[in-house]
């Protein structure tokens, strides 16, 4: 019998259009692979119309809060229903920037010296000597990052206004001077390595990610051997130490720099890395031999509940 998947995608999170395209795209590729889908535009009704469908599979597409916090997760535990990425606590972990950076460096792996602050606060009065990065605690895509340059007299103002939609509590980080890397990991193993090159911004933000020719990526990063394979081990390692499942993806800064600190670190882990055209993870499994139609086909066959 051919297996119904239903893919999840949409939501009401900041990332909600990001989230269609990935989910649209999934759905195209599975149903090129066989499979029988059904594409759903979660909203708060998303216990009852999974409860009354019954899928076999929910592929989950959905990106940054309810969707990718642990929230979606709790709610296919509860139903049984087998679902794809990782489980309720790896998901609730790694988007809680702070809490994955504790766990992360509890384990070894280096991350970027920061702090939790009050978004307010952080208006008023610099709270660590720039530059550094601001970045809600719980958002994805780069939603909400601002970097503080070192002529910056005065810190962002937005960040204290009526209409800031992305939470109080804000991470303070030092920035990382140098190259943006990534790396996915599938299955436990991680990928190639890609060094991300955002053309004409600052950082690879949220349209450097899903612009067309927003950035350029170099696959394989031209790194000296031993860091690309220490990227590669560090990508493995975070996945491991937040218990991730499926497929994630790690961001670093590496400072190459001439006279630089040659500092890499690891910046966060996506526990539902983007899917759609100019995504990262699938260009990075089309390295490791897998088509779109067979890395999707993968992650369904590797869905669980109890993840």
Known sequence: MTQHVAVLMGGWSAERQVSLRSGEACARALEGEGFRVTRIDVDRTIGD????????VAFNALHGRVGEDGTMQGILEVLRIPYTHSGVLASA???????????????????????????????QRHVMQPP????????????GVIIVKEDRSHP?????GDDWAH????????????????????GGRATAVIDI???DHAFYDYDSKYAPGGS????????????????????????????????????????????????????EVNTQPGMTETSLVPEMAADAGYSFGGLVRWMVEDASCDR
Do not use: W
């Open 167 to 186: 939470g109080d509590a804000l991470l303070a980080e030092k920035f990382v001077a140098g190259r943006e890397l990534t790396c996915a990991v599938i």
């Open 216 to 267: 350029t990526h170099v696959l394989p990063a031209d790194l000296k051997e031993n860091i690309y394979h220490h990227v590669q081990e560090l990508a493995v390692r975070a996945h491991a130490a937040l218990g991730c499942r499926g497929v994630s993806r790690s961001d670093f800064r590496y400072d190459d720099r001439p006279g630089g600190t040659g500092d890499l670190v690891v910046l």
């Open 156 to 160: 962002p103002q937005e960040i204290g």
């Open 197 to 199: 090159l955002s053309n």
């Open 49 to 56: 119309v999974l409860a009354r469908l019954r899928p076999d």
């Open 93 to 123: 972990l790694a988007m809680q920037k702070d809490k994955a950076k504790l766990v992360m460096a509890a384990a070894g792996i280096p991350v970027a010296q920061g702090l939790v602050v009050d978004r307010r606060e952080a208006a």
């Open 132 to 143: 550094y990065v601001l970045k809600p605690v719980a958002e994805g895509s780069s939603v």
